[in-house]
Each structure stands twice: as C-alpha cells, then as structure tokens.
C-alpha cells in the first residue's frame, strides 16, 4: 500500500543538480557537502562539510543549523539557525534551494544512493504500428498497474572504467553505425535501425523504443517542476521492437522517459521489491528499463528505451551495477548518434550557406571563431540591390502557367546569385524577384567596392543574353544599384530569429540607386565613393564610369553624385569621346551653365537615357537656371 510521504527536494540555483530524498518520521536527515551526508550537497562550496539536520515530526519539518555551520539559513523570513516548515515550505542554503513536498510515494531508507517513487502505469498506453505513443491518464481503480520503483540518474563519469558486456560483438555493431545513419533516409527509419542495433547488442533486453520528441516539448518539460506528472504528447519519431518470445504489452514508463529528457541524463526503474526478489512489473514480465539520451543540438529530444525481465544469465536479481556495462554501450551508441548527426547536419547547413556565400566568405564562416565573426559589428561594406524588371509584364503573359513563371524567376535570381558569389560577395536576403548582395564580411574589403561593380556588370551582361538560360529570362531586364559606406554586419535579429545581413544608411542608399536606374533609363548606378574605387582600381579595358548628376534623393536633404557603371568602349554604345562630353556637360549644369550644357548635350547622337533625363530636369524650370540653385536636382520620387 502507498501512503503520504513527504520528501525533500534539492536543486541547485546556477546548476544543473538536483536531489530527491524522502524523510522518515523520527530520522534525522544531514545536509552538507561531504559524501557520508544523507543529503549530499557537494557541489556547493558555500555549504558546510555538515551544515543542517532535517527531521520529519508528524505533518512538519524540523530545520536547524548543526553545530558547525558556517552561516544561517535563509527562508522567507530572513536568516535563522532553526525552524519549522510544513508541505510547500522552501528555504536556501548557499546556492541551492531546498523544498518540502507531500507526493503520493512508497517509503525508502535514508541510507540507499536511490530514490523510490510511486510509479503508474496505465494497460491502455500503447505503441501502434506507425509508432505512435499513446499514455493515457492512468486509472488507479481500473486495470493500471501500480509498483515499486528504485530510480537512479547515470552520469558519463559514474560508468568511467566499466567493461562492455559482450565487448568483441558489441564494437562490431557500432562499427555498422555510420552506415546505418547514411543509408537512413528519414528520422523513422534511423530509429528502426536503432532499435534492431541495441536488441541485438543487449542479450537481457526485451523491448527496446527510439523516440524524438520535438524541441518545443523538451523546452516545455524542462521548465517543468514536476516531471513525473507532465502529460508527455506523442512523439514526433517512435519505432519499438521487442523479442518474439515476448508476448506482453509493451507500456513505456512516461515518468521514465519525462526524468530522461528534462535531466538530459540516463535514468533507471527497477521495479518491485528488489531485497525479496519480487518481480512487480510496468509491463507484464518486465522488471527494469533505462532511458538514455541522445546528446547534441542536432538530436534534441531524442532518447533510447530499453526494458528486460531479470539479469545476465537468467539471474533475477537486478540493481543498478548490473545494468551498467549494457547502460555504457547504449550512452557510447547515443554519443556516436549525436556527432554523426552534427556533422550531417554542419554538411547540410555549409551546403544551404553555400547558396548564399561564396568559397571565400564560407571558409571564414566554417573556421576558427565563427562565433566572433557571427558578432555584429561596424565596417566597411559595400552592397548590391539587384531588381528584375518585366516581371509584371511576363505574369499576364503566362498567369496560366504559374511553374514556368516560377522558373524564370528562379532563372532571373540565379543569375543575380552567381555574379554576386562569383566575385565572392553574399546574399543579404531575397525579396520576391530581387536580391540583395554585400561585401566586405567576413572578409574585410581589400579593393572597396571593385568586387561588387564587377558582379553587377557581369549580372547585366547576363540579362542581356537570355540565350544563356534557355529563354527564361528573355523579357527581362535588371536594375543594380550599389553603395560603399560604413555599416553594421553580422547576424542582425531578434532573439527568436537572426540571419547574416548588414545595417545602415548606406543599404537605403543602394535601394535609391537601383530605384533610379528606371528614371535615367540605364542597369546600373553606383555611387561616388564606389566610381572612385573604378577610377583608380579597374582600367577602361575593363569597366568605366559616367558622372550622371547631382541629385537630391526624396525624402533626403543631402545632394549625392551618382554615376552609371559601364563595360569598355567595344562592349558599349558609348564610346570614350561620348562619355567625356557627357560629363563635361553635367559639371556645367552643377556650376549653373546651362546653356553650355544644352550645347553640348544636344551635340551627343543616339539614344541615350542620361541625357533626356537631364533634359527633362532643366525643362522643369523652363531651362532657367532656379534661384536657389545648388548644383543638384531634387528626385520627385523614389
């Protein structure tokens, strides 16, 4: 028969510790740091070698400082040396904190290393064959099934020294692992290997479960006082395999699994009266189960279940010492589990940064101190804005063929990807059909915004072969702006959510630049800090730049030069002697002579969108130079 007990909870405030121990009426309980102690705080260096004595009388708790006490105990009351507190009553000792509960348990003797609670477990909890976990609220008049159970927390260290099993046949099964995890195309068939790997490897077992919960329901469980009580959903992954000999039910035990997953340790139940020999089973038969986790960020929420009826050679008699040669080969399972999947999953996430970054930026990303790189920071950066143009007009054209109009978008932002990472630039971010790409981090800029000019030459060389990419971009055009000035780079975000961007006035100015491309009808437009690394840096048999204007962006007080970007004379209708008369004619227009611009521009032949923009500026005020004029003209619009 079960009864009240009450028991003792010890957690450590800036660690993970924790301690359950149940008081016997009449038997002191000692609380300090040496091991002898019944309540063994050894962690906490600001608690004494023995440093309190607990003592359950009736329905209270006697607390008092023993004689060599260092310092009092705190409660709610302020410090004391001695008091008494009943069921929910807490104080602090150190760092640790100490509680007083009344939980429904069977009694335990002070003097063992394990804890005993009261387990149910309910016949209508089962594992279907998609691998569902069903654990229904057991009913305690109706068919659950009620036991004893001896629980213990296993730590790496607490098996340094232990010996497999059945060593040779065992390392020869983890020698198969790697295989496994690679032929393994989903998470359930990973766990099916699992669980045919550790009954095969672990002779005494009789049923064995891989399960995965999801992160939300670990984060829950952990912020979760009382895990034994916690209604564990189903699992996201659950495959179960159990002997053929084995005609039972096969009954997980929740509060098992919940200590397992919350302490992130392995946990062991054996159940019955262990001293008598008695087998009081969770499962029928069964008579002991551990829980192990599977460590790591890439396996969160991952355990391994293994249950069994009696020991090594048919012995029935089960402790904790004879579980732990097999409890060593499941942890080293679970450890070789967890670095695999990491390094899948660092593979997985290099390949989906390799969309976004180029060898370069990547080699510095995956290197040493990737989380200082990660540090947002202010530097010099040089940003690309890339936009498709004719998209509008391509959606009428094939609104009834919606996947073809996804790949030439797709098409479209491949060639804005592969000019930015080709002069080892990295994508900021995608906006529908337009793209942002930036440079200098990590790697800081050694030719400033060279690097980022040449990419958007080469994207607009690209959108003028559409041949290249079997059509799908025929139709479109691209607009580029780029910018060079400081700004913050790094993984920009909130708490809940981050990516690699850049932060800073000079992104909004690449955005206006592109924006302008429409207005002076050309691809690209660079500011002047970007021209003057052109100037000094590329030679016009490579790429030139055209002083377009002095402009004053809308909604902005301060006047820019902005410049058009352009291959060498032979791969552009603009020749040399066109260029130098244009940008002859813009700084007479800055320096207030018009007239001598309009002579010279009007000596310009062909087509030439810098030019009627210009044109179109002055006639706003009927050519007459403004009053107020300041060498710029202010933009009407974005």
């Not at 009449?26 to 102690?37: D, E």
């Not at 035990?253 to 008598?276: A, F, I, P, Q, Y």
């Not at 279940?305 to 402790?319: C, H, N, P, R, V």
């Not at 000019?453 to 055009?477: K, T």
Request: proline share 5%; charged share 25%; with cysteine.
């Amino acid at each position: 028969m079960s009864a009240s007990q009450m028991v003792l909870r010890v957690k450590a405030i800036a660690a993970d510790h924790t301690m359950q121990l149940g008081l016997v009426e009449g038997k002191q309980v000692r609380i300090g740091r040496t091991p002898n102690n019944e309540c063994a705080v050894t962690w906490d260096r600001e608690i004494s070698r023995e440093h309190a004595l607990v003592e359950l009388r009736g329905d209270k708790v006697r607390v008092a400082c023993a004689q060599g006490a260092r310092n009092p105990i705190l409660t709610q009351e302020g410090p004391t040396r001695e008091f008494v507190i009943g069921p929910g009553g807490q104080f602090q000792i150190g760092q640790t904190l100490f509680g007083v509960f009344l939980l429904e348990v069977a009694p335990i003797d002070p003097s063992g290393s394990s804890r005993r609670v009261k387990s149910t477990f309910d016949d209508s909890g089962a594992f279907d064959d998609s691998g569902a976990f069903e654990d229904s609220n057991p009913d305690l008049s109706g068919t659950a099934v009620v036991a004893e159970v001896d629980e213990f927390s296993i730590k790496a260290d607490d098996l340094s020294g232990v010996a497999f099993a059945d060593t040779a046949r065992q390392m020869e099964l983890l020698c198969d692992l790697p295989k496994m995890i690679a032929m393994a195309k989903t998470d359930v068939e990973l766990a099916q290997f699992l669980v045919k790997l550790l009954l095969d490897a672990i002779p005494e077992s009789v049923a064995v479960a891989a399960a995965q919960w999801d992160e939300t329901v670990v984060e829950t469980l952990k912020n979760t006082d009382d895990p034994g009580n916690y209604e564990l959903p189903k699992p996201a992954v659950m495959r179960v395999e159990t002997r053929e000999s084995y005609q039972g039910r096969f009954v997980p035990s929740r509060r098992l699994v919940n200590h397992t997953l919350k302490t992130s340790e392995c946990t062991v139940h054996v159940w019955g009266d262990r001293d008598e020999g008695g087998q009081f089973t969770m499962s029928d038969s069964l008579n002991w189960a551990f829980c192990v986790p599977v460590p790591g960020a890439a396996c969160e929420g991952w355990c391994l279940y293994i249950s069994g009826e009696g020991g090594k050679d048919g012995a029935m008699l089960i402790d904790e010492e004879s579980l732990k040669p097999d409890i060593r080969f499941t942890q080293l399972l679970a450890q070789f589990i967890g670095s695999i999947r990491s390094v899948r999953d660092l593979q997985d996430t290099q390949t989906q940064l390799s969309s976004f970054f180029s060898p370069t930026v990547m080699e510095n990303l995956t290197g040493k101190g990737t989380t200082d790189v990660l540090t947002p920071s202010e530097r010099e950066i040089t940003v690309l804005f890339c936009d498709v143009r004719g998209f509008s007009r391509k959606s009428e054209q094939h609104q009834d063929n919606l996947l073809y109009l996804l790949n030439c978008v797709k098409a479209a932002l491949g060639c804005m990807t592969t000019g930015i990472l080709a002069h080892n630039g990295a994508i900021a971010d995608f906006q529908g059909d337009a793209a942002l790409g930036f440079w200098g981090w990590p790697v800081e800029l050694e030719d400033g915004a060279v690097p980022a000019c040449l990419a958007a030459l080469a994207i607009q060389d690209e959108f003028n072969h559409p041949e290249r990419h079997d059509g799908l971009i025929d139709g479109f055009s691209v607009g580029l702006g780029v910018a060079h000035g400081r700004a913050v780079s790094g993984q920009i975000g909130t708490s809940q959510q981050a990516k690699i961007g850049v932060f800073g006035p000079v992104v909004n100015q690449g955005a206006r630049l592109e924006t302008m491309t429409k207005q002076f009808g050309v691809s690209i437009i660079v500011d002047e800090a970007s021209a003057e690394f052109v100037r000094k840096h590329i030679p016009p048999d490579k790429a030139r730049v055209r002083k377009l204007a002095r402009v004053r962006p809308k909604g902005m007080e301060v006047a820019i030069t902005v410049n058009q970007m352009l291959p060498p004379a032979d791969q552009s209708e603009i020749s040399a002697e066109h260029l130098a008369t244009f940008e002859k004619a813009v700084d007479s227009i800055v320096a207030g002579n018009w007239g001598e611009a309009t002579t010279l521009l009007n000596s310009l032949q062909g087509d030439d969108g810098p030019k009627d923009f210009l044109f179109r500026q002055m006639a706003r005020t009927d050519n007459a130079v403004p009053s107020d004029w300041d060498g710029a003209f202010s933009m009407t619009e974005k």
